[in-house]
């Protein structure tokens, strides 16, 4: 990184990672507190789950810590850090900023991704991540996955994100919101994914403090206002018909992230734990 030292460009390696290990440890703490929570629906006779981790090595350099539950409000959520280094292949650097020359990288960062029991709470997904090549750039959002209609969860989930970008510039939510309609969309379907959200990449505004600042807050924003719709449905009863519509929603979940996803195919590249990487897919899903 051109204008850094090698001591600079460590310490903020160690921060951000820092802080992506640091998110993990309280949202892992919420949901099972939610887990613990379940008051309503046949769930209720069912025991609260708890996190389980697991660490893994990548062989080219670093590894990262996965951490997946599988409970009575989460039929399954995984929320996983990492933090790997190593050489690009020569056909994967040339589509990576600043990593033509000589394939060098650092990356770290944090995946959630949850898909509860009950269709009337949506599936979520969060990552934000810091990348280090002869550049280096922060990346990521957060997304919203209604299995049935409901546009008080979208409102709700999108005033927490605008909420987390008008902090730091209001300019932030109008193109992270059109960036994340246009990415999350399944092109063969001709249909979005979910209710969108927010996504960035390449930040690098010049300020390294304030690019930090905003992701944390975008981790910090998907966290309580999708612990607080996670809250306020988990109680509902549903039927088989709302179970069948979730499974088949969920069906266009894995499409996108096994089709058309740029995560997937980054940690599939990079060498990277392919259980992780697949932590995304939900444990039972169906297509009509």
Request: overall charge negative; aromatic content about 12%; hydrophobic content about 35%.
């Amino acid at each position: 990184m051109e204008g850094h030292t090698v001591d600079s460009i460590a310490q903020r390696k160690e921060q951000a990672a820092g802080w992506f290990a640091t998110l993990r440890d309280q949202i892992c703490t919420s949901f099972e507190t939610i887990e613990a929570g379940l008051s309503g629906t046949e769930n209720a006779e069912m025991p609260a789950g708890r996190f389980a981790r697991k660490i893994w090595e990548r062989d080219g350099g670093g590894g990262g810590e996965m951490s997946v539950m599988h409970g009575r409000v989460f039929e399954k959520v995984g929320v996983n850090i990492s933090n790997v280094h190593g050489t690009f292949s020569e056909e994967f650097r040339k589509s990576i900023p600043g990593a033509d020359a000589d394939g060098q990288f650092w990356a770290a960062g944090i995946s959630l991704v949850a898909h509860p029991f009950n269709p009337h709470v949506p599936s979520a997904h969060m990552n934000t991540r810091f990348i280090v090549t002869s550049r280096a750039w922060f990346g990521g959002g957060g997304d919203l996955t209604p299995m049935l209609p409901d546009q008080a969860a979208a409102e709700a989930f999108h005033e927490s994100m605008q909420t987390a970008c008008d902090a730091h510039d209001p300019a932030y939510y109008p193109r992270f919101k059109k960036w994340c309609d246009e990415y999350f969309f399944l092109p063969h379907r001709n249909e979005p994914r979910g209710i969108g959200g927010i996504f960035y990449d390449n930040l690098d505004t010049g300020d390294w403090d304030a690019d930090l600042a905003f992701t944390k807050d975008v981790g910090r924003h998907f966290h309580t206002g999708y612990a607080e719709i996670i809250r306020e449905r988990m109680n509902k009863d549903w039927s088989a018909e709302d179970r069948h519509n979730q499974l088949v929603k969920r069906g266009r979940y894995v499409e996108f992230n096994l089709l058309h996803d740029r995560g997937t195919l980054f940690g599939l590249k990079t060498g990277g734990n392919i259980e992780a990487i697949l932590m995304s897919m939900p444990p039972e899903v169906r297509w009509p």
